[in-house]
C-alpha cells in the first residue's frame, strides 16, 4: 500500500472513532438528562387555568399538562412499566399500594399518591421521611404534572408522558 492510501485510511478510522465515541456520549446524555423547567411559569405562580369547553362539563386543559400516563425509567427491572393514574395510584413499600417497592430502602411505607382530576395529573408526597421529587425539586404540596416532568419515589423514577 501506498503511503497516501495508509494516510486516508487512518483519518476514515479517527473520523470513525470520533463518531462512535459522540453517539455514546449523546445515548448516556439522553439517558441522564432531566427535563428542562418551563421558566415562563417559574414566578406565576400557577399554570393556565382551566376553562370549560362546553355545558356538559368536558374541561380544557393546555397540551403540555395532557399526561396521559406514567412511565417508569428507573430502575432496570421496572423499566418501562407504565400506570394511568385514572383512580388514586399509591406507590410505597407496604403492600397495600399499588405499587409495591419493597426492596426500596429510601420509599416510605405510603410515600406518594398520583391522581388525575378534571384531565390533570396530581402527584402527592404522603409525609414520607425521604420525600418526593419532581424534576430533583423536593416538594411539600400537591404538583401539578406536565408532559415531560420526572418524578422521583426513593430510587424509582417515572416520567409523565402523553
Not at 470513525?16 to 428542562?36: K, T
Not at 406565576?44 to 355545558?55: A, F, L, Q, Y
Not at 402527592?124 to 416532568?149: C, P, Y
Amino acid at each position: 500500500m501506498t503511503d497516501q492510501l495508509l494516510g486516508v485510511l487512518k483519518i476514515v478510522l479517527l473520523l470513525a472513532l470520533y463518531l462512535f465515541f459522540a453517539r455514546v456520549l449523546w445515548a448516556v446524555w439522553n439517558e441522564v438528562r432531566v427535563p428542562a423547567i418551563n421558566r415562563s411559569a417559574q414566578g406565576s405562580g400557577s399554570p393556565k387555568t382551566v376553562t370549560p369547553i362546553s355545558p356538559a362539563g368536558a374541561v380544557k386543559v393546555s397540551r403540555p399538562y395532557r399526561v396521559a400516563r406514567m412511565k417508569v425509567i428507573s430502575p432496570a427491572p421496572l423499566r418501562g412499566f407504565t400506570f394511568t393514574p385514572e383512580q388514586p395510584f399509591t406507590i410505597g413499600r407496604s403492600t397495600d399500594n399499588d405499587m409495591c417497592l419493597d426492596d426500596d430502602e429510601f420509599a416510605s411505607t405510603h410515600h406518594a399518591r398520583f391522581v388525575t382530576n378534571d384531565g390533570r395529573t396530581y402527584v402527592e408526597d404522603l409525609a414520607s421521611t425521604n420525600g418526593t421529587f419532581v424534576n430533583n425539586n423536593r416538594i411539600d404540596q400537591i404538583v401539578n404534572l406536565k408532559i415531560g416532568d420526572r418524578v422521583q419515589v426513593g430510587s424509582l423514577i417515572v416520567e409523565a408522558i402523553k
